[in-house]
């Protein structure tokens, strides 16, 4: 990740929405399951849906730094939404961390499902697994094959009643 260089996005949109189920990772980052996080598993690099980061891993930075993910917790409960897209980018830095801009229409979003596609000829094939939004799958682009979807999420991050201010978090 040598040579990145920081740009600067205006933000296009900003939509409000409520969602039933969220993550609580490192005890302060708040987001909906299927929400894409760049990280690092092992030597391997990518986005990761939010449900899918376990103890070990590590959330990269604003400078590419590094923070250990100590703990991921799943909340049960209906939590308010904040969906922003900021276009010309597809990465913005929430709560100090990476995350990736994708936004579909998803004032209202819940559940889970899971997506398939064939590849190779004959039988070759790949998946990938995880809640869905408003139509977009969700998965982890750590994977070694190929799947449909990785690297997409709602885009949505859950808002936070308790911090300074009334901010939200994601």
């Known amino acids: 990740m040598r040579g990145t260089i920081p740009t600067v996005g205006r933000v296009a949109s900003v939509k409000l929405g409520e969602h039933t189920g969220f993550m609580v990772i490192n005890r302060r980052i708040k987001a909906t399951p299927e929400h894409p996080f760049l ?3 092992g030597d391997e ?12 891993d590590y959330l990269i930075g604003e400078r590419l730094a590094e923070e250990l993910v100590e703990t991921v917790e799943r ?6 939404t904040v969906a922003i897209h900021i276009p010309g980018t597809n990465t913005f830095s929430a709560e100090g961390v990476w ?3 994708d936004m579909p229409a ?3 979003s819940s559940g889970s499902g899971s997506s ?3 590849s190779g000829s004959g039988s070759g094939s790949s998946s990938s697994s995880g809640s869905s939004s408003a ?3 969700s998965g982890s682009s750590m994977s070694s094959s190929s799947s449909s979807g990785s690297g997409s999420g709602s885009g949505s991050s859950s808002q936070s009643s308790g911090g300074p201010g009334g901010t939200y978090s994601i």
């Open 39 to 41: 990280m690092r598993r």
């Open 45 to 56: 690099w990518g986005f990761s849906s939010a449900e899918f980061l376990k103890k070990g």
């Open 75 to 80: 909340i049960d409960a209906p939590t308010r």
């Open 99 to 101: 995350v990736h801009n």
């Open 106 to 108: 998803t004032a209202h």
């Open 116 to 118: 398939s596609s064939g």
């Open 135 to 137: 139509s977009k799958s």
